[in-house]
């Protein structure tokens, strides 16, 4: 079932002459709505349906002035912006931190090192997503993509237990991918659209966008394919955010002691690309014991150096305590 907001592919019938057959070769192909061809390239949109190549520039055309992703007047962008929507983390420090939450129709990065806190924050927001609105929630799925398999459903029901939530309606709620290696992680997310549409996904989680990357595309001579291959998928990852209104949380690592050779061990990986994709970068600190100390990085709207802390425990992420 669709939800409300997505246009039938079907209201492409008749703009830029487009005719029935080609609107049903495109629902054979799984194109049902007008959002998901919007956030298809042009040469998918080919393979997949099998139309030909006038026809589907005319396709993408008219889906595209149907969703006004392309040039829309900065009005128009600004009452597009106000949809946006916060998810509470459950810490109100984190929360502040991030301006309300972690917003929608953005990538929010979050960086740092091994046991820093990022697939533990991530859960959290798989549960925290399912909310009422007025908990701070997003009323809607999420799709968690997982790169390392540290993803546990055992700590997501007991997350959603502390949250005070149906545990088995939430990990119902949660569609999971396990991604092998960084074409079957492209793959996934290429192919998305319909399972957020069907699902009412409102936050997708990469944990961790760059790790297959990097342990496949090794070496200089590789960098370059690489970082465009990363661009590409991130692109698609803000697509999916702006179209659906959803959340998008990626987590990047910091080697504390790199071994690799063009790494600065201070740097993020991922190199420019991902400070630029990203909306908003998080950095996360180990403290003492369960506490945990995060900074928004390079952020145009948020004030850049500020911290918060928060803590991980057998709930969740919480605030610390007082003092
Ligand atoms: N059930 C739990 N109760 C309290 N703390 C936990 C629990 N599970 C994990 N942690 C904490 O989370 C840390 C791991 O965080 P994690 O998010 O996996 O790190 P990473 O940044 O590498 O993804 C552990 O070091 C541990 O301190
Ligand atoms: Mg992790």
């Known amino acids: 079932m669709f939800r409300s907001e997505l246009q039938p592919v079907d209201v492409l019938k008749g703009v830029n002459g487009l005719g ?4 049903n070769r495109l629902k054979k192909a799984g194109f049902h709505t007008v959002e998901s061809i919007v956030v298809t390239p042009l040469r998918e949109l080919i393979q997949k349906s099998g139309i030909g190549d006038d026809t589907a520039e005319r396709v993408l055309d008219a889906a595209r002035s149907l969703v006004s992703v392309d040039f829309i007047t900065a009005k128009e962008l600004y009452e597009q912006r106000k949809n946006a929507m916060k998810l509470t983390t459950g810490c109100k420090a984190l929360d502040e931190l991030l301006g309300g939450g972690v917003e929608t129709q953005a990538i929010i990065e979050l960086i740092g090192e091994y046991g820093a806190g990022k697939s533990q924050i991530c859960m ?17 799925s999420v799709l968690f993509i997982d790169t390392e398999g540290t993803f546990s459903p055992k700590r997501v029901y007991a997350m959603a ?11 119902n709620n949660i569609i999971y991918a396990r991604a092998y290696n960084s074409d079957h992680q492209i793959l996934i997310v290429d192919n998305c659209s319909r399972v957020v549409e069907e699902h009412g996904v409102k936050l997708i989680v990469v944990d961790s966008v760059v790790s297959h990357f990097r342990g496949e595309y090794v070496g200089r001579e590789n960098l370059a394919e690489r970082q465009q291959k990363l661009n590409m998928h991130l692109h ?33 990986a991922g190199g420019n690309v991902l400070a630029h ?9 180990k403290k003492k014991g369960n506490l945990r100390q995060a900074t928004v990085i390079d952020s145009p709207s948020l004030p850049s150096d500020r911290t918060a802390v928060f803590m991980i425990t057998s709930r969740g992420i919480e605030d610390a305590p007082e003092g």
């Not at 990852?237 to 659906?244: G, P, T």
Request: glycine share 8%.
């Open 277 to 285: 994709a990203s909306t908003h970068r998080v950095l996360l600190r």
């Open 236 to 268: 698609k990852l803000l697509r999916l955010a702006e179209v659906y209104n959803l959340a998008v949380v990626v987590t990047n690592q910091v080697l504390a002691n790199p071994q690799a050779f063009f790494s600065d061990p201070n740097r993020p």
């Open 161 to 171: 237990q502390g949250l005070g939530l149906d545990p088995e309606q939430v990990l």
């Open 20 to 23: 029935g057959s080609t609107i």
């Open 124 to 140: 959290m927001l798989s549960a925290t997503c399912q909310l009422p609105k007025e908990r701070g929630g997003l009323e809607g």
